[in-house]
């Protein structure tokens, strides 16, 4: 049976919706994080003259309605901060900013996934305090500065030693094959092949190098890092243990790591034939290196958080106000606004700065959607969160972006971007945003429980247990279910892996 195939035409009318540039830009900004706005301002300052910051004091001056193409005009802008403060109750928060645009409804998800955010999650941020702000500066006390890298402290090292040339030449290639974690990871024959020098040169210099600060740098497999530490501690004219401690202790790194890695001291006694309290000493030599040298060196510079928005309770109630410190005031220029009605000025400057002063608008409208934004997201998640603002992370309950969108009327991509990157500083300490959306584990009394919550019980289970006889993934779920928190064991073994936390076998100590 043969089928006939026909080509016609056809209309039918349907509503799509088209993403200009300029909301795409819009999009963008709510999702950068306050690093990465602070850097997009000050290049589109330089790039484009319309834009100017407003001094401290002076007041914003309305735009012209009338400047731009009709396609090109925008709504009257008000500061969203300018009503900073609004108490988390049941009531709604005073309105910060004009009616929503059309940047709330749009499902950012499926028209921008190009969009993805730049910034991995948990990357800090910096910024700056005014001295009005002193009393609500986030302790600094941890705060980290930047320290030398492994590879100059090495190098200095590698110059400073008595290494002749020819040494100086294989030096410089293991220290250029080296991790951040300190260990070599070329083998000698293909450095020696590389720096063009004979294999027991390169291995005679390697095992000079390895004498370096920090001890244990340079080591080939963690046997190796844990030996130099013990060969350097035997030749100390003060070692923290007996020679005899200091020699057992060798003897079980070279012959027997995988039994400590284990926590099977019997079985290490034994094998050794030494008692119980001489494998409790050697252990805890062992137990006192470094398994990572290079840890305490960094590449990278330090940037402390600097939060976008700020939660402080008075007089009972919570109270959010966003953080605009080091961000600039913009405005349009008075004086490019002359410009364009200027009868004297030429058709292509007009349309030059009629151009301008579109993307200058465009720009202030943004920043302003993204802020009036993020202050409705974070009043939002106080409210819902009220529990954990009192009383920590035992209380924070289930959360999810949907509950906080139905809330403020926006589509849940728009709260997804406005976290992201975002950090706020609470009486709990300084969160991510994200942190306070958390998934939900039934309770047998039919009550939701946050995973983070069910987190932290488990870790403080593990805090009390006797260290020469830990809990068990299995006890730990039953002890939870005495809470009426029922969760798999497998499941506490998921939680306890993501928390950093060894299993009970890794987690046994010697009396």
């Known amino acids: 049976m043969a089928y006939e195939q026909k080509i016609g035409l056809s209309r039918r009318l349907t509503q799509s919706l088209v993403i200009t540039p300029q909301l795409k830009h819009a999009i963008k900004i709510l999702q950068l994080s306050r690093q990465d706005l602070e850097q997009l301002v000050s290049e589109e300052m330089e790039q484009n003259p319309t834009l100017e910051e407003l001094a401290e004091g002076q007041e914003e001056i309305e735009l012209d309605r009338e400047v731009g193409t009709p396609d090109e005009r925008m709504p009257e802008l008000t500061d969203p901060t300018a009503e900073t403060a609004a108490p988390a109750s049941d009531e709604t928060p005073a309105e910060v900013a004009p009616d929503e645009s059309t940047l709330g409804d749009i499902n950012w998800e499926e028209?921008?996934?190009?969009?993805?955010?730049?910034?991995?999650?948990?990357?800090?941020?910096?910024?700056?305090?005014?001295d009005f702000d002193?009393?609500?500066?986030?302790?600094?006390?941890?705060?980290?500065?930047?320290?030398?890298?492994?590879?100059?402290?090495?190098?200095?090292?590698?110059?400073?030693?008595?290494?002749?040339?020819?040494?100086?030449?294989?030096?410089?290639?293991?220290?250029?094959?080296t991790d951040d974690n300190g260990y070599l990871q070329i083998s000698i024959e293909d450095a020696a092949f590389e720096a063009g020098v004979a294999t027991e040169v390169a291995l005679a210099t390697l095992t000079k190098m390895q004498d370096f600060e920090p001890p244990g740098v340079l080591a080939r497999d963690l046997r190796e890092c844990l030996r130099i530490q013990l060969r350097l501690l035997k030749a100390d004219k003060a070692p923290p243990a007996p020679l005899e401690v200091l020699e057992l202790a060798d003897r079980i790194v070279a012959e027997h790591l995988p039994l400590v890695e284990a926590k099977r001291f019997d079985k290490l006694g034994k094998e050794l034939h030494v008692g119980r309290d001489e494998i409790a000493e050697a252990i805890r030599v062992i137990a006192s290196l470094e398994p990572k040298p290079g840890r305490d060196y960094t590449t990278t510079e330090t940037r402390y958080v600097t939060p976008d928005v700020f939660v402080?309770?008075?007089?009972?109630?919570?109270?959010?106000?966003?953080?605009?410190?080091?961000?600039?005031?913009?405005?349009?220029?008075?004086?490019?606004?002359?410009?364009?009605?200027?009868?004297?000025?030429?058709?292509?400057?007009?349309?030059?700065?009629?151009?301008?002063?579109?993307?200058?608008q465009w720009l202030i409208r943004s920043i302003h959607q993204r802020q009036s934004t993020l202050f409705k997201v974070t009043t939002s998640i106080v409210r819902f969160q009220r529990e954990f603002f009192d009383h920590g992370v035992k209380a924070l309950r289930p959360l999810v972006l949907k509950d906080v969108a139905n809330d403020i009327g926006m589509h849940e991509s728009t709260v997804s971007r406005a976290t992201a990157n975002k950090y706020v500083h609470t009486?709990?300490?300084?969160?991510?945003?994200?942190?306070?959306?958390?998934?939900?584990?039934?309770?047998?009394?039919?009550?939701?429980?946050?995973?983070?919550?069910?987190?932290?019980?488990?870790?403080?289970?593990?805090?009390?247990?006797?260290?020469r006889r830990p809990y068990s993934d299995q006890h730990i779920a039953q002890t939870l279910a005495g809470e009426s928190i029922e969760i798999a064991r497998r499941t506490v073994a998921k939680y306890r892996e993501i928390m950093g936390i060894l299993p009970s076998s890794r987690r046994r100590q010697m009396s």
């Open 312 to 360: 402080d309770k008075m007089d009972g109630e919570y109270v959010i106000s966003l953080n605009d410190d080091g961000m600039p005031r913009l405005r349009v220029s008075n004086s490019y606004r002359r410009m364009l009605v200027d009868e004297a000025g030429s058709s292509e400057a007009k349309s030059y700065i009629r151009e301008k002063l579109s993307a200058a």
């Open 134 to 177: 002193e009393e609500r500066r986030p302790s600094l006390e941890n705060t980290l500065t930047r320290s030398s890298s492994l590879a100059d402290h090495l190098t200095w090292q590698l110059r400073m030693g008595n290494f002749t040339t020819e040494e100086q030449a294989i030096g410089d290639m293991l220290i250029g094959n």
């Open 427 to 467: 009486p709990q300490g300084t969160l991510e945003l994200k942190y306070f959306f958390t998934s939900s584990i039934r309770s047998s009394d039919g009550e939701g429980v946050s995973a983070e919550s069910v987190k932290e019980k488990i870790k403080k289970i593990i805090d009390t247990e006797d260290p």
């Open 111 to 130: 028209y921008l996934s190009d969009y993805a955010s730049n910034t991995a999650q948990g990357s800090l941020s910096s910024g700056s305090y005014s």
